[in-house]
């Protein structure tokens, strides 16, 4: 079975910054991608960032590019996602997912196995 653990959350003035991870076991994909994801209170999923295996090809949507950005360990097993000049907007659960298929980066519905989740604030 596939598993994510996420860590990382927490709380943060504007313009600081974290750096989300996510531990994946159990895939047996030959080609996947590992997407982030976020959702605030009353609002749909919005896919943020995503890595692309094998090669390891990044994906970041333009309400964060420039700011965030997704990377993973030498053994792909480890994702992160570094998140700099947060703003409050930014506020949201931020989760990790597996999407098996290998075909697109950005379609919620591609994504199977997801993470528990993890809270980031960001205060003014």
């Known amino acids: 079975h596939v598993q994510l653990v996420e860590s990382g959350g927490g709380s943060v003035q504007a313009g600081g910054s974290l750096k989300l991870s996510c531990v994946v076991s159990?895939?047996?994909?030959?080609?996947?991608?590992i997407g982030w994801f976020r959702r605030a209170p009353g609002k749909i999923h919005e896919v943020v960032a995503a890595i692309y295996n094998p090669g390891g090809r990044s994906y970041s949507a333009d309400s964060v590019k420039g700011r965030f950005t997704a990377s993973q360990d030498s053994g792909e097993h480890t994702q992160y996602l570094q998140m700099d000049s947060l703003k409050p907007e930014d506020t949201a659960m931020y989760y990790c997912a597996l999407n098996p298929h290998g075909e697109k980066w950005d379609v919620f519905e591609q994504y199977q196995y997801w993470g528990q989740g993890t809270q980031v604030t960001v205060s003014s």
């Open positions: 159990g895939y047996k994909y030959p080609t996947y991608h």
